[in-house]
Structure formats: C-alpha cells, structure tokens
C-alpha cells in the first residue's frame, strides 16, 4: 500500500488491497470447511454441483492470490487495481453460491448416513452447527 501511495495514489485508493486481502482470507477459511462438509455430502447430483462450485472458489481463490503477490513493477498500478477488484467480487460470488448450497444442503439433510460411534463425530458436529450458523448468519 505504502508503494502505491508513492506512486501518487491516495489513501482512499489503496484500500481496495485491505478488501481484498479479507476477502481472500475469506474464501480460504471458507474452503476449508467446504472439504469436510463435501466429505460428509451423500454422492448425487447437488453434490457434484457443490464440488465443481468449490473448485471454482479453488482457483478463484489462487489467482486473487497471485494477484496480491504481484509487484507493482510488473503491471501497471491501475489495470492491477482493475484485475484484483474484478476478481474478488468473482470470489464473493462463488461464496455466496456455496453457502446457499449448504443452507439448501443442510435444510434437506442430505448428510450420508453415518455411525455415530465414529471417534471425530464431536468435530462433525461442530461443523456441521457452525455451517448451519454461518449460512443463517450470511442470509439474515
């Protein structure tokens, strides 16, 4: 940010980076509970619809990154505001549509039947409560 305000960029300009920077961390605190909610997902069509979504947050995700990691000699300062901007509100999307999906996927219960004798049945739990929390609280 500091090198861009020395390219005669102001304040206001830069913080676009601060958004994206949470964003990204965002997306992978989201992944993150994706892979064990897909894990848990009966196999059917809504779940292979789920995982190519959290693929595309994948890669999504990667190239925010990259994005970020750039140094501003490479590129120019403006069309790398422009790139990183349109990228992560494609993020947003992406993590808007998977927690939709795991409302819809949690309101049909749609878990496969699982042994509760399972020792991390206790962490699956919390998962599960805390996607269920996570949607409701992103909706409402």
Same mark, same amino acid.
């Given at each position: 940010?500091? #090198?861009?305000? #020395?390219? /005669?960029?102001?304040?206001? !300009?830069?913080?676009?980076? /601060?958004? *994206? ?8 605190? &989201?992944?993150?509970? %994706? ?6 997902? $009966?196999? $059917? /069509?809504?779940?292979?619809? @789920?995982?190519? /979504?959290?693929?595309?947050? !994948?890669? *999504? &995700?990667? +190239?925010?990154? !990259? ?6 000699? +490479?590129?120019?300062?403006? %069309?790398?505001? #422009?790139?990183? #901007? ?5 993020? !947003? ?7 939709? %999906?795991? &409302? ?15 020792? $991390?049945?206790? &962490? ?6 805390? %996607? @269920? ?8």
């Amino acid at each position: 940010m500091e #090198q861009m305000q #020395q390219q /005669n960029m102001s304040w206001i !300009e830069v913080q676009f980076l /601060n958004k *994206a920077i949470d964003i990204l961390c965002q997306c992978r605190r &989201t992944l993150m509970y %994706t892979y064990v909610f897909a894990f848990y997902l $009966n196999k $059917n /069509n809504q779940s292979i619809i @789920f995982e190519d /979504n959290q693929q595309d947050l !994948e890669i *999504a &995700t990667e +190239q925010l990154s !990259e994005f970020l990691e750039r140094d501003l000699d +490479q590129e120019h300062v403006e %069309t790398l505001k #422009q790139k990183v #901007q349109d990228k992560y509100r494609i993020v !947003e999307i992406i993590v808007d549509v998977l927690y939709r %999906t795991m &409302t819809d996927v949690i309101k049909k219960r749609a878990f496969s039947s699982m042994d509760w004798s399972i020792p $991390n049945m206790h &962490t699956f739990k919390k998962i599960k409560v805390w %996607t @269920f929390w996570s949607c409701i609280d992103r909706f409402y």
